[in-house]
């Protein structure tokens, strides 16, 4: 029995660290957008420890380095940019750390004949099933084969109606599920 015990060990220690591997690779692609909120930390220097949300403009407000662009960037690289900011006339060597606190930018709004119409942060891959899930399912008077997507593209919006359950959502969509009528 003790023999098997070394092996169960090396097993549960491979599996953490593929699975550390795998979410890790998930958050390190996120693009920070407008609404998040990020903390910031510049190593030793505890006093320039931040909470900035990022504005419509993908830009925070740190001290000393005043508006520097997050929107877009994943954090290794929001990192690397405020530390290339700080750097420029203040610290020597800084080294910056983001984390993001709050993910907003990745809203969609469900709204009509769904139990919990509300917004909801959703993962990059999110679908329309998946988010009907999230808002409690349909209601007994939903059309559920009228699903209807409204997206702003290049500030143009543009309805998309019965779209298939599998669709890939957008941050911003706004997902109508209608009235049903017999």
Same mark, same amino acid.
């Given at each position: 029995?003790?023999?098997?015990?070394?092996?169960?060990?090396?097993?549960?220690?491979?599996? %953490?660290?593929?699975?550390?591997?795998?979410?890790?690779?998930?958050? $390190?692609?996120?693009?920070?957008?407008?609404?998040?909120? %990020?903390?910031?930390?510049?190593?030793?220097?505890?006093? %320039?420890?931040?909470?900035?949300?990022?504005?419509?403009?993908?830009?925070?407000?740190?001290?000393?380095?005043?508006?520097?662009?997050?929107?877009?960037? =994943?954090?290794?690289?929001?990192?690397?940019?405020?530390?290339?900011?700080?750097?420029?006339?203040? #610290?020597?060597?800084?080294?910056?750390?983001?984390?993001?606190?709050?993910?907003? $930018?990745?809203? /969609?709004? /469900?709204?009509?004949?769904?139990?919990?119409?509300?917004?909801? =942060?959703?993962?990059?891959?999110? =679908?329309?099933?998946?988010? #009907?899930?999230?808002?409690?399912?349909?209601?007994?008077?939903?059309?559920?084969?009228?699903?209807?997507?409204?997206?702003?593209?290049?500030?143009?919006?543009?309805?998309?109606?019965?779209?298939?359950?599998?669709?890939?959502?957008?941050?911003?969509? /706004?997902?109508? #599920?209608?009235? $049903?009528?017999?």
């Amino acid at each position: 029995m003790s023999c098997h015990r070394p092996i169960v060990i090396f097993v549960s220690l491979l599996f %953490l660290i593929f699975w550390s591997a795998v979410a890790g690779s998930a958050e $390190s692609d996120y693009q920070i957008g407008p609404g998040d909120v %990020l903390k910031i930390s510049i190593y030793d220097h505890p006093d %320039l420890m931040t909470v900035a949300r990022v504005d419509n403009e993908g830009y925070i407000l740190l001290p000393l380095a005043g508006r520097v662009p997050v929107g877009g960037l =994943t954090t290794s690289s929001a990192s690397q940019t405020i530390a290339t900011k700080l750097g420029d006339d203040y #610290i020597v060597n800084p080294q910056a750390s983001v984390f993001v606190q709050e993910f907003h $930018s990745r809203v /969609v709004y /469900v709204t009509g004949q769904i139990n919990r119409p509300s917004a909801f =942060t959703v993962a990059p891959d999110t =679908t329309v099933i998946q988010a #009907i899930t999230m808002a409690g399912g349909f209601t007994p008077l939903a059309a559920q084969k009228k699903i209807k997507i409204i997206r702003k593209i290049n500030g143009v919006e543009k309805i998309f109606k019965k779209v298939s359950l599998h669709e890939k959502l957008m941050p911003g969509d /706004v997902m109508v #599920i209608p009235e $049903s009528f017999f």
